[in-house]
């Protein structure tokens, strides 16, 4: 080889390099924050589905200590003159839970809270109960926190760490956690691993019926020496000091109503989707057209949006486009084919305080009550940037 030809050789595979290690958003690698797109608790059986809870897990892959800033985000909905009762604003053309001169509104709150992990600590708490330390309660069935250190919060224990219940029972929403200092100031270690677990029994009916599914968090890698370490985080785009989030989802999928041609069961798919921008200061939710195109195997194409999403939006697929399931393009009888393929995509605006890229996760539900949660695809970035607005401290 010439010296020319051979120095075009090693130039090609230093750039093959550099994109094999780019930084990118995904749910295989630590990063710097972590995103929980959905988490849901019901322990006394509300929505007639069995007992539901969800258990996270959040790993410290590095041999140093750090500490997460975290959120929990309540997007239950409440009824306008009665805010006390839970209701679906997806429910139409109303939810018979509310009074009759009520509306169900969506909703959108936060509550944060610190966990401080030693290094290469693995922690995992129950949505319904949260966590506090070992030796703040004397209940051995409460997840807490074991190491407690010389009595005084250090690097080197958990005594700042306190994980409340979510809000409400039943809740629904979002969990995100950032890696920061000692000061909750952001950092650039991609430290954190995360998985969530979300576990069904019925126990109203006294039967033996059990059922997990799992996925794991999609993380938001920090870029390095990127971090101005404000209180406002971009993701992507001009001056980003983390990974872009994916300009599209890719979803494969059973269309819903189809019948798994081995186990001969029916499938739905549920999707939760939740914005990549979030604004935890001023708790202003992000509005994002979305828009999804189809194609079954033929790859004959179908295509579908709506306007009206907010913080947090899940729902069959057959849901998202008619109020009659089997007129939706999403079931099999209209789509012709047993699987196929979604884009979901948010459409981009012109408020440049606001991105409209999405994150989320998919279950595919069986007939038997069987169910398994499946991660959503990723493809490419957007030149606008995404952020994340932290409470200033």
Known sequence: MSPRLLGLACLSLFVAAGVVHAQQVGSDRAAAILVFPKVVVDTNNNAGRGRLDTLIRISNTLNKPVRMQCFWVNANGHCFNAPGIICDPTLLPR????????????????????????????????????????????????PCFPITGA??????????????????????????????????????????????????????????????????????????????????????????????????????????????????????????????????????????????????EFEQRFSTSFRDFNCFREFRLSEIDTRVPTFSIFHAGVSGTLTGQTRIRGVAGNDRTRGQTLLGVAEEMRANGGSAAFQVHMQGTRPQSDFVYLPLQ
């Not at 909703?107 to 401080?116: A, N, R």
């Not at 760490?161 to 200092?181: H, N, T, W």
């Not at 890719?250 to 499938?267: E, K, N, R, W």
């Open 95 to 142: 939810d018979d839970r509310c009074p009759a001169n009520s509306v169900c509104v969506p909703g959108w709150q936060e509550t944060d809270f610190i966990v401080q992990l030693t290094a290469r600590q693995p922690v995992a708490w129950l949505a319904s109960m949260g966590a506090t330390l070992c030796t703040d309660t004397a209940d051995p069935n409460l």
């Open 151 to 296: 009595g005084r919060p250090s690097p080197t224990n958990n005594l700042e760490s306190r994980v409340p219940a979510v809000q409400e029972d039943p809740f629904v929403g979002e969990l995100k956690c950032i890696a920061v200092d000692q000061n909750d100031v952001p950092i650039e270690d991609n430290a954190l691993k995360g998985e969530a677990l979300i576990v069904r029994s019925d126990v109203a009916n006294n039967t033996n019926f059990f059922d997990v599914r799992a996925y794991n968090a999609i993380g938001i890698p920090a870029l390095a020496g990127r971090n101005n370490r404000d209180n406002v985080l971009i993701l992507g785009g001009n001056g980003a000091e983390y990974a872009g989030c994916p300009n599209v989802l890719i979803l494969d999928h059973f269309f819903d109503g189809a019948v798994d041609p081995v186990a001969q069961q029916s499938i739905s798919t549920a999707l939760t989707l939740v914005p990549c921008t979030e604004d935890f200061l001023t708790q202003r939710p992000t509005s994002i057209p979305v828009q999804f195109l189809v194609f079954n």
